[in-house]
Structures are given as structure tokens and as C-alpha cells.
């Protein structure tokens, strides 16, 4: 049948959208994100928002097992927060990485470094409105709303990245990437659990995106 080629979809995904270029139309590759999150720290076990602190000693062990699944191919590019566990986590995956602001952790404030339970036997209403309200912010922090909009932008600016890239960070900035693939509300933000060393990959481009499994 003639005609031109169209996208085809390849493990769930449409693999090329059509981009302009010089008034005509051209197959653009699809853009290949995944998201790394970082291993467990002492804040982990403790269940509390986390200072910048280093990985503890069992998240080295387990992120020597990660590494035999990740392959970065030639031309890829690794990106990390700029905490130290996720340039720590970067590290022990092998993967020579490139600090990006972008993929900043959730900014808690003066809540960093103290537990859930301290906070709600102390602040009970502070608490129930940061759960259940979007727009709350935490005390020297930034609301919900703000996380997820900024990491929106951060993932449909990969235009200007390679095709491939591996992004190490926390479990905020995943679980707001997966809302913005999904356009969620941001309410589903709570129905998302990421765990540390969870790979979670989105597929396409700016804009328009799908959750790999």
C-alpha cells in the first residue's frame, strides 16, 4: 500500500511521533526516561522527611544488584539530584552522572530531619491539611502543587536531552513524574508508592507520555 509510513507501536508505546522540519514531516525518536530512586538512608527506616544524608550500609548491597539490570547505551546521558544519596546511589550503579537541579527532592522545610509521628502528636491540623490539601505548604517548604509542576516541566524540557537518560532521584519527583505521564490528579500523589531502588520508566515526548512496566 503506498503511502507514508506512520508510527508504529512497539512494547506498548508509540515509538515515533511526526515533527516539522523544513515543511515536512519526519519520524522523531522517542525519548527513553528512567527513573532511578535512590537507596535507603537512616530517614528511610525512621519514617521521617530526610536531612541530606548518606545511604545506609544496606542499601550498598542492594544497589550492587540494580547495576547488572542498568545499561546506559553510548550517547546516553545519567542525571542526579543533588543530594548526597542520590549521587552516592548514582555511584554505586557504575553510572558516571551529571548533577540536574531539576530532579531536587520535595521541599519539607523545618519539618526535615523529624518524623511523621512527631510532627502530627505536635501539629495534627498542620499534618491533616498537607495529606489532604495540595496547595498546603509545609512550613519554609513548597506545597504539593508546586512539585509537581516543576517536574513536569523538568521532564517535557528531555527535548533537549539524549534520547536515552537515566535520572537517580527521590521518590516525590517519581511519583509526580508518573502523574504528570498520566495527567492525574494531584490527590493521586498518596495512592503512589516508590520504593528505594524502584525503576520506574516513561516513554514518548514533551507532552505527551507513557508509563513503561
Not at 530512586?37 to 545506609?56: K, N, Y
Request: proline share 8%; hydrophobic share 40%; net charge neutral.
Amino acid at each position: 500500500m503506498g503511502g507514508a509510513a506512520g508510527p508504529r507501536a512497539v512494547g506498548g508505546y508509540w515509538c515515533f511521533a511526526w515533527a516539522s522540519i523544513g515543511g515536512g514531516k519526519v519520524p522523531r525518536v522517542a525519548t527513553r526516561m528512567t527513573f532511578v530512586c535512590h537507596g535507603s538512608t537512616a530517614a528511610t527506616r525512621r519514617a521521617a522527611f530526610p536531612l541530606d544524608e548518606p545511604l545506609e550500609p544496606a542499601a550498598v548491597a542492594a544497589a550492587a544488584g540494580l547495576a547488572e539490570r542498568l545499561h546506559l547505551p553510548a550517547g546516553g546521558q545519567v542525571l542526579t539530584g543533588p543530594t548526597l544519596r542520590c549521587r552516592q546511589t548514582a555511584e554505586l550503579l557504575g553510572l558516571p552522572s551529571t548533577v540536574d537541579i531539576g530532579l531536587a527532592d520535595w521541599k519539607l522545610g523545618s519539618w526535615a530531619g523529624r518524623t511523621l509521628d512527631e510532627l502530627s502528636a505536635e501539629a495534627p491540623d498542620d499534618i491533616q491539611a498537607w495529606i489532604t490539601d495540595p496547595t498546603s505548604t509545609p512550613p519554609g517548604g513548597e506545597p504539593l502543587t508546586s512539585v509537581i509542576e516543576r517536574v513536569g516541566r523538568w521532564l517535557d524540557g528531555s527535548d533537549k536531552r539524549p534520547t536515552r537518560v537515566i535520572a537517580v532521584t527521590h521518590p516525590a519527583v517519581i511519583r509526580s513524574a508518573i502523574l504528570h505521564t498520566l495527567r492525574a490528579p494531584a490527590d493521586s500523589f498518596w495512592r503512589i508508592d516508590v520504593s528505594p531502588l524502584a525503576v520506574v520508566e516513561v516513554r514518548g515526548h514533551p507532552g505527551r507520555w507513557s508509563l513503561h512496566a
